[in-house]
């Protein structure tokens, strides 16, 4: 499996600071992309050169940038051109998730930063990845990170409820590919692809689930799960795929996960 062909070309990954965000940016500077990763929190992006031969290194940069706020990413995009001459390639893998129910009082705030990052973050993003490609008549190719959430609704009695996560995640499903229908009709070169993953283990868990560490472990004990490399290599996957074959749906799930 190679990507050979987008080597030296420009990837921007957002939500890149941990989890399927940081090992994706790991394996695309490793396959010679020029790549860009994006988060608030930048130090945590600057810690992995560590992972990367001094070759690869020159490959991978940090910039801070929340996609929750509008205006920070039309300046970070903006700024990501003018430095690096444009955009070939975006994952857009930041995500917010609350276990607040709906039917929790005061919950408003909580709901409209997870639309604000998951639904309103890949659109602004890709609208400026978008504007990237057609400055330069360029070939390009967008995936969303979605989510098994974004297809079903599985029903656990012991597990905290999932909140709007879902319906942010289905709502990623129909802009797939509504994205898929506007590039054909503008006539762009763009691959969409939505990657849509079971239960992966990342702080995540910890973060929302405000688990120890030995809970965390006994958790992933009980429920079969993927690790952030496993999505990285399917976008690998991805992006070697020739120019005539588009993948518009991957949904990858671990062994013997039952819903």
């Not at 070759?55 to 903006?78: G, W």
């Not at 607040?100 to 930063?113: G, R, V």
């Not at 190719?141 to 098994?148: E, P």
Request: glycine content about 6%; proline content about 3%.
């Amino acid at each position: 499996m190679t990507i050979s062909r987008w080597s030296g070309r420009v990837a921007v990954v957002t939500g890149a600071s941990a989890g399927i965000g940081a090992a994706t940016a790991i394996e695309l500077a490793k396959n010679g992309l020029i790549t860009i990763g994006l988060a608030r929190r930048v130090e945590k992006i600057e810690e992995l050169r560590s992972q990367l031969t001094s070759d690869q290194q020159k490959n991978f940069h940090a910039m801070k940038c929340d996609v929750s706020v509008e205006a920070e990413i039309v300046r970070t995009f903006s700024d990501i051109v003018k430095k690096f001459g444009g955009i070939d390639v975006l994952i857009n893998n930041a995500a917010f998730m609350t276990l607040t129910k709906l039917i929790d009082l005061e919950n408003s705030s909580e709901f409209q930063k997870v639309f604000e990052v998951n639904v309103f973050g890949v659109i602004n993003c890709t609208r400026e990845f978008v504007k990237s490609i057609r400055e330069r008549n360029a070939e390009g190719h967008v995936i969303h990170i979605n989510s098994i959430l974004g297809h079903v609704m599985p029903f656990y009695l012991e597990h905290p409820t999932f909140g709007v996560y879902s319906a942010s995640k289905f709502a990623v499903t129909a802009l797939a590919e509504q994205h898929r229908q506007e590039f054909i009709k503008e006539k762009l070169n763009i691959k969409v692809t939505s990657l849509s993953p079971g239960f992966v283990a990342t702080e995540m868990l910890g973060n929302i689930m405000k688990l120890s560490k030995e809970q965390i472990e006994k958790y992933l004990e009980k429920y079969p799960h993927l690790l952030p490399k496993d999505i990285a290599d399917a976008i690998i996957y991805l992006l070697s795929t020739p120019q005539n074959v588009l993948v518009t749906e991957l949904t990858i799930r671990p062994m013997n996960e039952s819903s």
